[in-house]
């Protein structure tokens, strides 16, 4: 007996058809144990969430961040999304922006992959490269 599901994956590749969807929305968790989660995407592809990092560069208490980005909507959009969205560390003196795409693996598990910069505040010009750090992840979505 044949499976449905590898062939109907197959058949909607062969037409050039995506039924893999991933959704932004849920809680996500990375390979270093930094969590986040987004409650909502609306219409225009806005959305906002909170992160809470399990690293830091301070001797501060880490505490819970609010992000706030946007993913690509429109005719374009084929299921698995392109993204941005920046989190404004309230712990710190520091900003990171992130940008990534949602993949559905041949599993069907959601799965984020992101490129981030990480910049800290700097009070002299001629510093403006010491305070900054790039950096990539993957996260995971928790089930609930």
């Known amino acids: 007996m044949v499976r449905a599901t ?3 994956l197959v058949l909607f590749l062969a037409l050039g058809l995506s039924p893999l969807q991933c959704s932004l929305t849920g809680h996500w968790v990375n390979d270093l144990g930094s969590n986040m989660t987004i409650p ?3 219409g225009n592809g806005d959305f906002t969430g909170m992160y809470h990092t399990a690293v830091t560069a301070t001797t501060n208490e880490i505490k819970v961040s609010p992000l706030q980005g946007t993913m690509q909507k429109g005719p374009n ?3 698995q999304p392109t993204f941005g969205f920046t989190v404004n560390w309230s712990f710190s003196v520091s900003t990171s922006v992130f940008t ?10 959601e ?3 992101t490129m981030w910069l ?3 505040h700097d009070n002299r010009l001629e510093d ?3 305070p900054l750090r790039h950096f990539q992840s993957q996260r ?3 089930e609930s």
């Open 77 to 79: 959009q084929k299921g």
């Open 6 to 8: 590898p062939f109907l």
């Open 128 to 130: 403006n490269w010491n």
């Open 140 to 142: 995971n979505k928790k």
């Open 100 to 109: 990534g795409q949602c993949f559905v693996d041949s599993e069907g598990k």
């Open 40 to 42: 909502a995407v609306n």
């Open 111 to 113: 799965i984020l992959k």
């Open 118 to 120: 990480w910049r800290s």
